[in-house]
């Protein structure tokens, strides 16, 4: 049985930074994909960062530069540090892992 528990989400100041965690069992992070995923409300789910297998990131051209994804094999756990944030980041980010999801975090960006 696979499951997902996003945590780490609040109200941050615009400019300010927060660290997302990902615990996954039932499964390894290191095999296949991971990614994080946000969603606005009224807006489509959009892929923010993804690590495969290798270690090989990508991140959505919005994040870039502000966003790194990671993980660490020992703890099973995928990470999402996000760096210099912005109101347009504010939505619920979920984890999914080998087609699986988490409940979601919510991430507000307000003053």
């Known amino acids: 049985q696979v499951q997902l528990v996003e945590s780490g989400g609040g109200l941050v100041q615009p400019g300010g930074s927060l660290k997302l965690s990902c615990a996954v069992s039932g499964s390894s992070v290191s095999i296949t994909f991971t990614g994080w995923y946000r969603q606005a409300p009224g807006k489509e789910r959009e892929l923010v960062a993804m690590i495969i297998s290798n270690g090989i990131t990508n991140y959505a051209d919005s994040v870039k530069g502000r966003f790194t994804i990671s993980r660490d094999n020992a703890k099973n756990t995928v990470y999402l540090q996000m760096n210099s944030l912005k109101p347009e980041d504010t939505a619920v980010y979920f984890c999914?892992?080998?087609?699986?999801w988490g409940q979601g975090t919510q991430v507000t960006v307000s003053s």
């Open positions: 999914n892992h080998r087609a699986h």
